[in-house]
């Protein structure tokens, strides 16, 4: 097989808050590639697991397309346009090595993109920025331009100018080559790459060009590692376009600048120079920074792997989806080294030897099936026998683990969801247990009865919808769902010893049941879950009794002590007890497992928690004192204001206070203040409130 030069693969992701405009725009650069005879609308992400449709699952599904532009590889991996979908942000981070950030020349910088770029910049991923719908009425290239410095604080780096003529969209402007560039077809349709024309700028944009050019340059020459251009600059002397070129490509790389482009993504006008523009300024897997890695069997060594065909074999398993026709793929992006199809490697997290039976790639509209996975690429496994998402893959000789993500945080929302198909219960539950899969962040909580409705949590509102869709289009569930609930949980603050007795007289069904234990029961860090731990000493209580008791206490987690929330972050200790050879049974001590804690759990200060979320807020000067007062009403805290701009700050602020406040604050500030919301973590319900959930 061909193996693509390290310094000619582009890994990249594409940053949008609009889930259509990234489909539409990940279809326009395939379009363009020469692995496809024809445009195909929609086509690019549209092999999707199930047959669901690709709108609806592009939110929870991380997919990778195969490109390929003028002998360089790309590989275009979904990253969500919501932070709310547990680790699938977090995942694509790891596998891309630059990004493309979208925004409309006429809509601009919207309050989910601030969040994008917050996370982005995080991540350390270079990024080249696209300017679309530059031909509709009231667009303002040069406002958004403004709004991209001013919100997201990143350098902009203007590298192309619209050129309009009574007021219609004519072409661009290349500052690099001082070309204009327009398409010669009269027909307002789908340009191709052999439609762009390149002419002298006209005379009535040559000062604008040049100014423009001007401080195009001024910006280059303060970067570090473009001291040549700084000195022909300052010298006046000429710069040629490979120079400019160069020193674009060492900003964009260390992230001093964000290179500007624009065009009409959905006529194709602007994206050959765009893709031009993905292979000369973001990095390859050679400029990408080397992976941390834990060297198995040896304690606190840390390794680093620079990607290199030459090394042993790391790849990381991103995603796991199911495709109606493969069966079960795994999405691995290599770090290091190879896997070829029928080899043999370790998965660490399993600690079992795999062996992958067929590799394949994913283009627009086919299937390309490979001998080999090469450092920086990224495919698809077939023929895994244990697989899960976050596994490393190593090779059988050097084990090493790439640093696992973080835990999920709990869901914030919950829905009641009544099915409206005439399905067996089994049936149904299996789709929700699929769906859990799918989205571990969100929890499916069955009833005790068939008929009763299914709790469905997730991380927000938009999370929850997309859960509800796949539910729709991927398992064809249709449904009666509530208004989202603030999803309150439970816990306790001191520690408590408890001891239990169950005793049951003989009825003319039963006989005589008895089981008595000592509990202690003690609050966990947050995030810390259940344990439960046996301490009992000898056979005070029969082995085959100690797990019922841990049974018992897990069927009452989702009970609540107070309220009936689920308990969380606390830990039980079996320490004493006692039986009775006769009367002594699996069920007493389940039940006897189950009431003793949460009697203990009652007598050891039980208070109910809730979600608390971090608020950015952005708003003209003239109305921040009248957000900061409605801040201070819902029981917000602002983390310090800003004397300058329009933002606000950060504010931590219930979930119960902010459910609707897009029109609260729209209706305070008159419709011109923007935020963005991401669950920051749970505290104490203040005792005034209690009352009302209890």
């Given at each position: 097989?061909?193996?693509?030069?390290?310094?000619?693969?582009r890994n990249?992701?594409?940053?949008?808050?609009?889930?259509k405009?990234?489909?539409?725009?990940?279809?326009r650069?395939?379009?363009?590639?020469?692995?496809?005879?024809?445009m195909?609308?929609g086509?690019?992400?549209?092999?999707m697991?199930?047959?669901?449709?690709?709108?609806?699952d592009?939110?929870?599904?991380?997919?990778?397309?195969?490109?390929?532009?003028?002998?360089?590889?790309i590989?275009?991996v979904?990253?969500?346009?919501?932070?709310?979908?547990?680790?699938?942000?977090?995942?694509?981070?790891q596998?891309?090595d630059?990004g493309?950030s979208?925004?409309?020349?006429v809509?601009?910088v919207?309050?989910?993109?601030?969040m994008?770029?917050?996370?982005?910049?995080?991540?350390?991923?270079?990024s080249?920025?696209?300017?679309?719908q530059?031909?509709?009425?009231?667009?303002?290239?040069f406002g958004?331009?403004?709004?991209?410095?001013?919100?997201?604080?990143?350098?902009?780096?203007i590298?192309?100018?619209?050129i309009?003529?009574?007021?219609?969209?004519?072409?661009?402007?290349?500052?690099i080559?001082?070309?204009?560039?327009?398409?010669?077809?009269?027909?307002?349709?789908?340009?191709?790459?052999?439609?762009?024309?390149?002419?002298?700028?006209?005379?009535?944009?040559r000062?604008?060009?040049?100014?423009?050019?001007?401080?195009?340059?001024?910006?280059?020459?303060?970067?570090?590692?473009?001291?040549?251009l700084?000195?022909?600059?300052?010298?006046?002397?000429?710069?040629?376009?490979?120079?400019?070129?160069?020193?674009i490509?060492?900003?964009?790389?260390?992230?001093?600048?964000?290179?500007?482009?624009?065009?009409?993504?959905?006529?194709?006008?602007?994206?050959?120079?765009?893709?031009?523009?993905?292979?000369?300024?973001?990095p390859?897997?050679?400029?990408?920074?080397?992976?941390?890695?834990?060297?198995?069997g040896?304690?606190?060594?840390?390794?680093?792997?620079?990607?290199?065909?030459?090394?042993?074999f790391?790849?990381?398993?991103?995603?796991?989806?199911?495709?109606?026709?493969?069966?079960?793929?795994?999405?691995?992006r290599?770090?290091?080294?190879?896997?070829?199809?029928?080899s043999?490697f370790?998965n660490?997290?399993?600690?079992?030897r795999d062996?992958?039976?067929?590799?394949?790639?994913?283009?627009?509209t086919?299937?390309?099936?490979?001998?080999?996975l090469?450092?920086?690429?990224?495919?698809?496994?077939?023929?895994?026998?244990?697989?899960?998402?976050?596994d490393?893959?190593?090779?059988?000789?050097?084990?090493?683990?790439?640093e696992?993500?973080?835990?999920?945080?709990e869901?914030?929302?919950?829905?009641?969801?009544?099915?409206?198909?005439?399905?067996?219960?089994?049936?149904?539950m299996?789709?929700?247990?699929?769906?859990?899969?799918?989205?571990?962040?969100?929890k499916?909580?069955?009833?005790?009865?068939?008929?009763?409705?299914?709790?469905?949590?997730?991380?927000?509102?938009?999370?929850?919808?997309?859960?509800?869709?796949?539910?729709?289009?991927?398992?064809g569930?249709?449904a009666?769902?509530s208004?989202?609930?603030?999803?309150?949980?439970?816990?306790?603050?001191k520690?408590?010893?408890?001891e239990?007795?169950?005793?049951?007289p003989?009825?003319?069904?039963?006989?005589?049941?008895?089981?008595?234990?000592?509990l202690?029961?003690?609050?966990?860090?947050?995030?810390s879950g259940?344990?439960?731990?046996d301490?009992?000493?000898?056979?005070?209580?029969?082995?085959?009794?100690?797990?019922?008791?841990?049974?018992?206490?897990?069927?009452?987690?989702s009970?609540?002590?107070q309220a009936?929330?689920?308990i969380?972050?606390?830990?039980v200790?079996?320490?004493?007890?006692?039986?009775?050879?006769?009367?002594?049974?699996v069920?007493?001590?389940?039940?006897?497992?189950?009431?003793?804690?949460?009697?203990?759990?009652?007598?050891?200060?039980?208070?109910?928690?809730?979600?608390?979320?971090?608020?950015?807020?952005?708003?003209?000067?003239?109305?921040?004192?009248?957000?900061?007062?409605?801040?201070?009403?819902?029981?917000?805290?602002?983390?310090?204001?800003?004397?300058?701009?329009?933002?606000?700050?950060?504010?931590f602020?219930?979930?119960?206070e902010?459910?609707?406040?897009?029109?609260?604050?729209?209706?305070?500030?008159?419709?011109?203040?923007?935020?963005?919301?991401?669950?920051?973590?749970y505290?104490?319900?203040?005792d005034?409130?209690?009352?009302?959930?209890?």
């Open positions: 097989m061909h193996k693509t030069d390290l310094k000619n693969i990249i992701g594409i940053f949008s808050d609009s889930d405009q990234k489909i539409n725009f990940t279809d650069i395939t379009s363009y590639t020469p692995l496809e005879e024809r195909r609308d086509q690019a992400l549209d092999w697991e199930g047959g669901c449709g690709r709108h609806e592009m939110l929870y599904t991380l997919q990778a397309v195969t490109t390929s532009w003028l002998g360089q590889q590989n275009i979904d990253v969500p346009t919501f932070l709310d979908f547990e680790n699938k942000f977090e995942r694509s981070m596998v891309i630059g493309i979208l925004f409309s020349a809509e601009g919207q309050p989910n993109a601030i994008l770029s917050k996370e982005r910049v995080k991540h350390l991923i270079p080249i920025a696209f300017i679309g530059v031909e509709r009425g009231g667009a303002d290239f958004v331009v403004e709004q991209i410095s001013d919100r997201l604080k990143i350098n902009p780096l590298i192309q100018l619209p309009y003529s009574d007021e219609k969209f004519e072409g661009i402007i290349d500052l080559a001082m070309r204009e560039l327009d398409w010669q077809k009269e027909q307002d349709f789908y340009y191709s790459r052999d439609d762009v024309k390149e002419s002298l700028i006209r005379q009535e944009f000062n604008q060009a040049k100014s423009y050019q001007t401080k195009m340059l001024e910006q280059l020459a303060v970067v570090d590692g473009n001291e040549k700084l000195a022909k600059f300052l010298e006046d002397e000429e710069i040629t376009q490979e120079e400019i070129v160069e020193a490509r060492v900003a964009t790389l260390s992230m001093a600048v964000v290179p500007i482009l624009l065009g009409c993504a959905s006529k194709n006008r602007g994206i050959q120079m765009l893709v031009d523009a993905v292979v000369a300024y973001l390859s897997p050679l400029d990408a920074p080397a992976i941390q890695v834990d060297a198995v040896y304690e606190n060594r840390k390794l680093m792997v620079k990607s290199s065909n030459s090394g042993t790391v790849g990381l398993v991103y995603n796991i989806i199911i495709d109606p026709f493969l069966g079960e793929l795994a999405i691995v290599v770090y290091s080294g190879s896997l070829k199809s029928g043999a370790y660490v997290n399993r600690e079992k062996r992958v039976y067929r590799i394949v790639k994913m283009h627009e086919r299937r390309e099936e490979v001998d080999e090469f450092a920086g690429e990224i495919g698809f496994l077939l023929g895994l026998k244990s697989i899960a998402k976050g490393t893959l190593c090779d059988l000789a050097k084990k090493v683990r790439i696992t993500l973080k835990k999920s945080p869901p914030t929302l919950f829905v009641t969801v009544q099915p409206r198909v005439k399905w067996s219960p089994t049936d149904i299996r789709c929700f247990m699929q769906l859990v899969i799918d989205s571990p962040s969100c499916a909580v069955y009833g005790k009865y068939p008929a009763e409705p299914i709790l469905l949590y997730g991380q927000s509102k938009a999370h929850i919808e997309t859960l509800l869709d796949k539910l729709k289009n991927k398992f569930i249709e009666w769902v208004e989202p609930k603030i999803a309150y949980l439970e816990t306790i603050k520690v408590v010893k408890k239990y007795t169950y005793r049951q003989p009825t003319s069904h039963s006989r005589t049941q008895f089981a008595h234990l000592c202690k029961v003690e609050p966990e860090e947050q995030g259940y344990s439960f731990i301490a009992t000493k000898g056979e005070i209580i029969p082995k085959e009794f100690i797990e019922p008791i841990n049974q018992g206490i897990q069927e009452r987690l009970q609540g002590i009936g929330f689920p969380v972050d606390i830990k200790t079996l320490y004493d007890g006692s039986f009775n050879d006769v009367d002594s049974s069920e007493a001590f389940k039940i006897a497992g189950g009431d003793g804690f949460i009697m203990a759990c009652r007598e050891a200060s039980p208070i109910l928690l809730e979600p608390i979320m971090k608020v950015n807020i952005e708003a003209p000067e003239q109305y921040k004192g009248a957000v900061f007062a409605d801040i201070t009403k819902r029981r917000g805290i602002a983390c310090g204001r800003e004397s300058q701009g329009e933002r606000v700050g950060d504010v602020i219930p979930l119960a902010v459910l609707n406040y897009e029109r609260k604050l729209s209706k305070l500030t008159d419709g011109l203040a923007i935020y963005t919301m991401q669950f920051e973590r505290e104490e319900l203040p005034y409130l209690v009352d009302s959930l209890i």
